[in-house]
Antibody
Framework: QLQLQESGPGLVKPSETLSLTCTVSGGSISSSDMYWGWIRQPPGKGLEWIGMMYYSGNTYYNPSLKTRVTISVDTSKNQLSLRLSSVTAADAAVYYC????????????WGQGTMLTVSS | DIQMTQSPSTLSASVGDRVTITCRASQTISTWLAWYQQKPGKAPKLLIFKASNLESGVPSRFSGSGSGTDFTLTISSLQPDDFATYYCQHYNSFSPSCSFGQGTKLEIK
């Protein structure tokens, strides 16, 4: 069945750019009727939607993060990527990638998440 | 932006209880509302989509209802495995975006 696996550096210095990758296995990231998204969760806090993308290129971002976020898809590698620039301590969180069924408006498959620490 | 407000923030209940969690949208959202269950250290799990549709494999004791601005998640008879944090989530189909409620922690009484 479809599985998502996030990968990333674990530790980023303040003001640097975070890069995360989500590898999709057991299915194609080029599936129609799906968005591929990123959601984060600071320690002890709730979920925050970061953004999502359709495989053909349409992207949608949380307005509060829009100036710092880039989401992209590499269909040849079946991967989703997240870049977040100028990170601060407030960006420390578990970052999840997830698949959204467009017609349902919900995220039905999630990765296990990857923790980001921001420290010099 | 549409804001999602859950209540209560914390709920104490016993095994066998019927519990209801509420999610209110700051403006009408039709039935674009999902519910998730999250346990510590784990990714959220989809329970309900489009307000009242049970995700495949989710026990039938979970149900969702509502439309417009007011929505509820009901667990008909709490089981030990149900103690977790629950989130609602809105999807804006007109200008694709999402937002989550702040969460409701369901604790053992």
């Amino acid at each position: 069945q479809l599985q998502l696996q996030e990968s990333g550096p674990g530790l980023v210095k303040p003001s640097e750019t975070l890069s995360l990758t989500c590898t999709v296995s057991g299915g194609s990231i080029s599936s129609s009727d799906m968005y591929w998204g990123w959601i984060r969760q600071p320690p002890g806090k709730g979920l925050e939607w970061i953004g999502m993308m359709y495989y053909s290129g349409n992207t949608y971002y949380n307005p509060s993060l829009k100036t710092r976020v880039t989401i992209s898809v590499d269909t040849s590698k079946n991967q989703l990527s997240l870049r977040l620039s100028s990170v601060t301590a407030a960006d420390a969180a578990v970052y999840y990638c997830a698949r959204a069924v467009i017609l349902a408006g919900s995220f039905d498959i999630w990765g296990q998440g990857t923790m980001l620490t921001v420290s010099s | 932006d549409i804001q999602m407000t859950q209540s209560p923030s914390t709920l104490s209940a016993s095994v066998g209880d019927r519990v209801t969690i509420t999610c209110r949208a700051s403006q009408t959202i039709s039935t674009w509302l999902a519910w998730y269950q999250q346990k510590p250290g784990k990714a959220p799990k989809l329970l309900i989509f489009k307000a009242s549709n049970l995700e495949s494999g989710v026990p039938s004791r979970f149900s969702g209802s509502g439309s417009g601005t007011d929505f509820t998640l009901t667990i008909s008879s709490l089981q030990p495995d149900d103690f977790a944090t629950y989130y609602c989530q809105h999807y804006n189909s007109f200008s694709p975006s999402c937002s989550f409620g702040q969460g409701t922690k369901l604790e053992i009484k």
